[in-house]
Every structure is written in structure tokens, then in C-alpha cells.
């Protein structure tokens, strides 16, 4: 009886705790696509603001902003081979976003 009673509470203690690996791992994943969506659009943005001050300033004005910050090209490239992430990290080591 004693043995029995063991083997319940263990059965249900692994049941509670793979209930609960689950739920981070859920909870992870959730994370990681938001954190993907986010610098996604963050990246949109960046590259949205370039294409909108040379639309509107000219390329000479373009061509300085690009050349103080980070131009498009690299910010696409990186984003392209390493994931959006990875281009925000960019835009980060030169202050553009937080």
C-alpha cells in the first residue's frame, strides 16, 4: 500500500512538472515570435524612414544619413542572412533604437 501511494505521487509529480515544461517551452516560443515580430518591424521602420528622407531630402541628404548611420543595404543584408534580430543589434551598436 505504502509502495502504491509512492508511485502515485511520483506518477503525479511528473505529470505536474511535464505539464509545466510544456507551458515555458509554450511561453519560450511565444516570446522568441514576438521578439522576432518586434524587430521585424523595427527593421521595416528603420528602412521605411531611410526611403522617406530620400524621397522627400534627395539622394545627397539620403546619402549623408546613410553614411552617419547605417545604410540600407547593410541593414537588409544583415537582416537577410541573420535574421531581423540581428540587424537591430546593428541599429543598436550605433544608437539608433533602444
Known amino acids: 500500500m505504502q509502495a502504491r501511494l509512492q508511485w502515485v505521487v511520483a506518477a503525479a509529480v511528473a505529470l505536474g512538472a511535464a505539464q ?3 507551458q515555458v517551452v509554450k511561453t519560450q ?3 522568441a515570435s514576438d521578439d522576432q515580430a ?6 521595416k521602420d528603420y528602412v521605411d524612414t531611410l526611403r522617406f528622407v530620400r524621397q522627400v531630402s534627395g539622394q545627397t541628404i539620403a546619402g549623408r544619413v546613410e553614411q552617419t548611420y547605417v ?3 547593410d541593414v537588409l543584408q544583415v537582416s537577410g542572412q541573420q535574421g531581423p534580430c540581428a540587424a537591430v543589434a546593428l541599429l543598436r551598436t550605433k544608437g539608433l533604437v533602444r
Open 20 to 22: 509545466a515544461g510544456a
Open 29 to 31: 516560443m511565444r516570446q
Open 38 to 43: 518586434s524587430c521585424t518591424k523595427t527593421v
Open 71 to 73: 545604410p540600407e543595404a
